[in-house]
């Protein structure tokens, strides 16, 4: 790879590569695997970065999303791990304590089901969108999302109501 290019990679990697882990992690749920999704997604974009044109952020995205759709595919289903992590800077502990307990709703649902929502509301993406990225139609990315938002609700007013004994 020319010396420009591979600076150009490089600035790339510096300036989105914490946006890409966020999307990971996301997807995940797990700091390690989100980890090792970008570093591979990473990897297959340098082999084709001179041929990238436009949004790279996108292309790399594009991977990512490809990645975890094969992975679920290929394992049937994902493992997950929870992990607990400290956060950069100090939170109000009821704060925390919704976080928390949105954190592990998250991490219940199914992984189709999380990747819905983070297409859908963390990336803002359409239906149609997402079903292209997910390789399913779009009715089906409509009811994941549907399903998924009410186990999300079900699971935080569950929260509520014991916190508030």
């Not at 990697?13 to 980890?35: F, K, P, S, Y």
Request: aromatic share 6%; charged share 30%; with cysteine.
């Amino acid at each position: 790879m020319k010396q420009s290019l591979e600076a150009e990679f490089t600035a790339f990697v510096a300036e989105r590569g914490q946006a890409l882990l966020r999307i990971a992690h996301a997807l995940t749920g797990d700091h390690r695997t989100a980890e090792d999704l970008v570093q591979g997604a990473l990897a297959k974009a340098y082999a084709r970065w001179p041929r990238i044109h436009g949004d790279a952020e996108a292309y790399v995205r594009q991977i990512i999303y490809n990645d975890r759709v094969s992975g679920w595919r290929r394992a049937g289903r994902s493992r997950e791990y929870s992990v607990a992590e400290v956060p950069d800077h100090p939170v109000r502990e009821q704060d925390m304590a919704g976080r928390i307990a949105l954190r592990e709703a998250l991490l219940a649902l199914p992984a189709r089901q999380r990747a819905v929502l983070v297409l859908r509301y963390l990336e803002d993406r359409t239906v149609e969108e997402t079903a292209e990225v997910l390789g399913c139609r779009p009715g089906t990315v409509a009811s994941q999302a549907s399903r998924a938002l009410g186990k999300l609700r079900a699971a935080m007013s569950v929260e509520w109501m014991e916190a508030s004994r």
